[in-house]
């Protein structure tokens, strides 16, 4: 099933519709020509009912149950229109908005208005001000996700806005406006106005004249989009700087699989063989870590491993609703036992034991400075949504995107404030499992830029369980190399709870338990020499990839 699906649309009696508004009985369009506001039967598009505006061109109106709110092109006065009553209110302009109006929806005793930030049409963010009544006074301001949002719409819990350029209906948290999810409007070309309820969501189609009805399934947890074909060669060569003879080394490399946004059409062919493999953890199955023992290695003398694979990949969505994912406590037993630290430290088994004290020296989550800004962040919050989010805001806004990487402690990371990818994810788990969120973190590689092309690009993203969701990708610095755009509300959201069709998951980084992580972290990784000489690894990757039509899981 299809997170959303085009279920009505139908051509609506107006000659020039401005914006909708949600009634029980149907679907309010405004005419900003005829000054007229009607009632239409979104299924079958008959007119059920005419009313006389109160204002002169009524571009955008909302519907609060009680009354129809109207806001005046010309004059940028706002009125509210009592329809059962027959008494109407008129605000004015509201002190400290910009005009014009953009969008506005009202619910409870609060209203949304969606302006430009600045008194001209500019490329800049749009704004969506919060206004308490009956006061009127304006308590919050926030950034639209786009600068082409246009319509407001409140579902009850969440609030909405559309994008009419990327044609994309985003659900805000209405107190602050972080963006939470999006769904992309299919068989839509020109959208215009939003109205969303629990299971609907409508828009007018400017270019065909038309009423949209869309249904919502919420229960979707996710969606999958784009979609490319990759064809992959990694490139491996170990070359001995000399003077002495490396004796024997090992080389770990953990093979791709099938993962929920990517699928492995030709399974990787490696050269030379392995001499051993070891098992790996993959979700809630098994990988695989192949193993290149390397015999006497000579000065000047290189030794090349090539893993080749076909692998597909897609843009992954999650579609994340704070009250649905749950609290602390709402964690499986199962769950909180394999990927919490504080309870991998009670198991019987001494080498795990041993294995989690060797990782707290990398984690630190028992130091009082990691302790302490963690409770600082949360001020004892309990949903696992805003547990994550908060955690994920303070690493993104704080800790600066440097590259290369360097294995160094959460405690350095948080007191020099930057870091690589990887460095990210360790501070990032690191707060997680001081706050009782189990986390790990996948590996992999990204087809970047052009599609066939030679180069390098590893990356490490942080995933956190979310119960009814299973595990969520957070990407802590997917975009943090962009100085002005690394923390703005859309590019936090693009990379929390989503992957890309560009990247591919290789394997994971914080593997614990598997046969693999017990014989990482109980055997020193050293090189065996005659006398003094350099290994030196080199990496490279090429790369053919394709645009692919996505499939459906």
Same mark, same amino acid.
């Given at each position: 099933m299809r997170a959303i699906e085009l279920v009505h649309r139908v051509v609506v009696p107006t000659a020039s519709p401005a914006s909708i508004a949600f009634h029980e009985e149907g679907i309010w369009i405004a005419d900003v020509d005829k000054r007229l506001i009607v009632l239409v039967d979104y299924r079958s598009g008959s007119r059920l009912r005419d009313l006389a505006t109160i204002v002169r061109r009524p571009q955008t109106i909302s519907w609060d149950g009680s009354y129809l709110w109207e806001y005046d092109e010309e004059t940028s006065d706002l009125y509210k229109h009592g329809i059962i009553t027959g008494t109407s209110y008129r605000f004015g302009r509201v002190e400290g908005v910009n005009t014009p109006y953009y969008g506005f929806t009202y619910?409870?005793?609060?209203?949304?208005?969606?302006?430009?930030?600045?008194?001209?049409?500019?490329?800049?963010?749009?704004? +969506?001000?919060?206004?308490? /009544?009956?006061r009127n006074i304006q308590s919050e301001t926030f950034d639209a996700p786009t600068y082409s949002c246009r319509g407001l719409s409140h579902d009850g819990s969440y609030l909405w806005t559309l994008d009419v350029e990327g044609r994309e209906v985003f659900a805000l948290d209405p107190s602050n406006g972080e963006v939470l999810t999006s769904y992309t409007l299919p068989e839509c070309d020109s959208p215009s106005s939003l109205i969303v309820t629990e299971d609907r969501i409508w828009t007018l189609n400017l270019k065909t004249n038309e009423l949209l009805t869309y249904m919502l399934h919420r229960d979707v947890q996710y969606s999958l989009s784009g979609g490319r074909r990759s064809e992959i060669d990694l490139m491996y060569t170990l070359r001995n700087s000399g003077p002495g003879k490396i004796r024997q080394i090992e080389l770990y490399n953990s093979l791709p699989d099938n993962y929920i946004n990517q699928r492995i059409i030709?399974?990787?062919? +490696?050269?030379?063989?392995?001499?051993?493999?070891?098992?790996?953890?993959?979700?809630?199955?098994v990988g695989q870590v192949v193993v290149h023992d390397i015999r006497d290695l000579g000065p000047a003398v290189d030794r090349q491993i090539k893993f080749s694979f076909t692998i597909d990949t897609m843009n992954l969505t999650y579609h994340l609703y704070p009250h649905k994912i749950g609290h602390l406590d709402s964690i499986p037993e199962h769950i909180r036992k394999k990927y919490l630290l504080k309870e991998?430290?009670?198991?019987?088994?001494?080498?795990?034991? &041993?294995?989690?004290?060797?990782?707290?020296?990398l984690f630190q989550t028992g130091e009082r400075e990691i302790c302490d800004k963690v409770a600082q962040i949360l001020h004892g919050e309990t949903n696992l949504f805003w547990i994550a989010r908060r955690l994920y805001n303070f690493v993104v806004d704080n800790i600066k995107y440097v590259l290369p990487y360097t294995s160094i402690s959460s405690?350095?990371?948080?007191?020099?404030?930057?870091?690589? *990818?990887?460095?990210?994810?360790? +501070?990032?788990?690191?707060? *997680?499992?001081?706050?009782?969120?189990?986390?790990?973190?996948?590996?992999? /590689?990204?087809?970047?830029?052009?599609?066939?092309?030679?180069?390098?690009?590893d990356h490490e993203i942080p995933e956190v369980y979310f119960p009814n969701y299973g595990w969520v990708p957070i990407d802590t610095s997917r975009f943090?190399?962009?100085? +002005?755009?690394?923390?703005?509300?859309?590019?936090?959201?693009?990379?929390?709870?989503?992957?890309? &069709?560009? /990247?591919?998951?290789?394997?994971?980084?914080?593997?614990?338990l598997s046969p693999f992580a017990l014989k990482r972290h109980t055997e020193e990784r050293l090189a065996r020499v005659d006398e003094p000489c350099e290994p030196d690894l080199r990496f490279f990757m090429r790369w053919n990839s394709q645009p692919i039509e996505t499939w459906r899981s």
């Open positions: 619910h409870g005793r609060t209203l949304w208005l969606l302006s430009p930030d600045q008194p001209e049409f500019t490329v800049s963010n749009n704004q +969506i001000s919060v206004i308490d /009544f009956p030709e399974k990787p062919q +490696i050269e030379p063989a392995p001499d051993y493999s070891l098992e790996s953890q993959w979700d809630e199955g991998m430290m009670n198991s019987p088994d001494e080498m795990v034991r &041993d294995i989690v004290r060797k990782a707290q020296l405690r350095k990371i948080l007191s020099q404030g930057k870091g690589s *990818c990887g460095n990210h994810a360790t +501070i990032f788990i690191a707060f *997680c499992q001081v706050a009782g969120l189990p986390s790990r973190s996948i590996v992999g /590689f990204s087809v970047w830029k052009d599609d066939s092309r030679l180069g390098y690009l943090m190399s962009l100085p +002005i755009y690394g923390t703005h509300p859309l590019t936090k959201f693009r990379s929390f709870g989503s992957l890309n &069709d560009r /990247f591919f998951v290789n394997g994971f980084g914080r593997d614990l």
